[in-house]
């Protein structure tokens, strides 16, 4: 009985969870890109059939807290190809940051969109948080007559290039992050070999945008990177 009540709420948390992304995805966050030129950039990439509205209490919080004074929010439509999205998103970015570390928050599919830009496109990203990203694929894109839904594809071409050049992230911090919840998106898949593997058992797909401990490992993933970046610039 507990068991059926415990998985009732799990259900009920996901579904708020859609419907706060229903009326978030018209509300547009503010970007800042006012800071200092060469300070870091944190980009956040929304999945399908979503928006950058999304992101808006994330956002807001890593700005109030200093983790991510500086924004750009990447909005595409569900059209087109990863491969499309990643080049306009490496015009983003080489449009309003130049110089500087690059470190992005991802959900979905706008963790491959974000693995295209730097893995195939040569695109800056000194850490990458992937929230829910099939990595491998999921079969609820299958029959989907979009081209998106074919890159999502379980053995897709976009995959299989994306794994043959997964070295190309060795000089980036990446985290992947499972919603133990996630009817979309397998464990299996969601997990990045090579990557920080962070389990939150209690979220869903849509839910774990919003799940303060994912909020707080992306803290920690960005900490981890400019480490990371002070001990290269260190070394002789």
Do not use: C
């Not at 996901?14 to 800042?32: C, D, H, K, T, Y």
């Not at 110089?99 to 693995?115: D, E, Y």
């Amino acid at each position: 009985m507990a068991l059926d009540l415990k998985a009732r709420l799990d259900v009920l948390r996901e579904v708020a969870s859609v419907a706060r992304q229903g009326w978030l995805i018209p509300q547009m966050p503010r970007e800042n890109l006012r800071d200092e030129e060469h300070g870091a950039l944190v980009v956040f990439v929304h999945g399908i059939f979503a928006s950058a509205g999304v992101w808006r209490p994330m956002a807001q919080h890593m700005a109030v807290t200093g983790v991510a004074p500086r924004q750009l929010h990447f909005n595409f439509a569900p059209l087109g190809s990863v491969a499309h999205h990643a080049e306009r998103l490496a015009r983003e970015v080489e449009r309003v940051h130049p110089h500087g570390p690059v470190k992005i928050v991802a959900h979905s599919l706008g963790g491959l969109i974000s693995r295209y830009y730097a893995q195939i496109l040569g695109g800056r990203m000194d850490a990458l948080v992937a929230m829910g990203t099939p990595h491998l694929g999921t079969a609820a894109a299958r029959g989907w007559p979009i081209e998106l839904a074919r890159d999502l594809s379980p053995n897709s071409a976009l995959l299989k290039r994306l794994e043959a050049t997964r070295d190309r992230l060795d000089h980036s911090t990446v985290m992947s992050i499972v919603a133990g919840l996630d009817v979309l998106v397998p464990a299996e898949s969601a997990r990045l070999p090579g990557s920080l593997v962070v389990d939150i058992p209690w979220v869903g797909h849509h839910g774990v945008i919003y799940d303060r401990v994912a909020w707080a490992k992306t803290r920690e993933a960005f900490q981890a990177a400019r480490a990371r970046l002070a001990a290269a610039a260190a070394a002789p």
